[in-house]
């Protein structure tokens, strides 16, 4: 199994631009989540989901947007880039709701908005 | 008040030493209760899951005090390799948006 997988590792944007970070899991995992961490502060979360076709905020989703079609990928994207959005991003997975089971993450992206 | 509260350190300790990062919560509920491993720059990995009754693994002891609300890991022996944030987690039981992170404590483990 590859786990969870993100991409890209890096990405640099302009204020304004619009991407997707992607993110898959292999291990049939209903729970899915977006976090940010900054420096000096603990990881937030963005947005999650419960499984395919739904999704909810989390503690900062605002200029974030997700979907889940399938079991596999959760995509997140940034719909107007911000300075404020640098960050690094973090994807994580788990078996059951609201973390009552081990939280498996990905490598990370990490984000610089000029 | 913040929801988990960890010292930020860091902790500079020797090869051997033993060290323990303590954690606080604020919300009465929580049911469950973890500590992270995130080594620099990379993804956080669960390193065990804190039971009430205090739990070991290996050379790390994980204790739980619910009336306190208090979370604490020890490290016996440190390596080298121990060198990493140490992130207490908690399970608020809110579904969703269920784990809270503490900001992590920083171990440096020197020869």
């Known amino acids: 199994n590859a786990g969870v997988t993100q991409t890209p590792k890096f990405q640099v944007l302009k204020t304004g631009q619009s991407m997707t970070l992607q993110c898959a899991q292999d291990?049939?995992?209903?729970?899915m989540s977006w976090y940010r961490q900054d420096p000096g502060m603990g990881l937030r979360l963005i947005h999650y989901?419960?499984?395919?076709?739904?999704?909810d905020q989390g503690e900062v989703p605002n200029g974030y947007n997700v979907s889940r079609s399938t079991t596999e990928d959760f995509p997140l994207r940034l719909l107007s880039a911000a300075p404020s959005q640098t960050s690094v991003y973090f994807c994580a997975s788990s078996k059951k709701t609201g973390g009552t089971d081990t939280q498996y993450f990905g490598p990370g992206t990490r984000l610089t908005v000029l | 008040r913040k929801e988990v509260e960890q010292d930020p350190g860091p902790f500079n300790v020797p090869e051997g030493a033993t060290v323990a990062f303590n954690c606080t919560y604020s919300n009465s509920a929580s049911q469950s209760f973890f500590w992270y491993r995130q080594d620099c720059r990379k993804e956080p990995k669960l390193l065990m899951s804190?039971?009430?009754s205090g739990n070991e693994d290996g050379r790390f002891t994980a204790q739980l005090n619910r009336a306190s609300q208090y979370i604490s890991l020890l490290i016996r022996d440190s390596k080298l390799s121990d060198s990493a944030t140490y992130l207490c987690v908690v399970n608020t039981g809110q579904a969703g948006t269920a784990l809270i992170f503490g900001k992590g404590t920083t171990l440096s483990v020197s020869s």
């Open positions: 989901s419960v499984g395919a076709g739904i999704t």
């Open positions: 804190v039971y009430s």
């Open positions: 291990m049939n995992h209903e729970y």
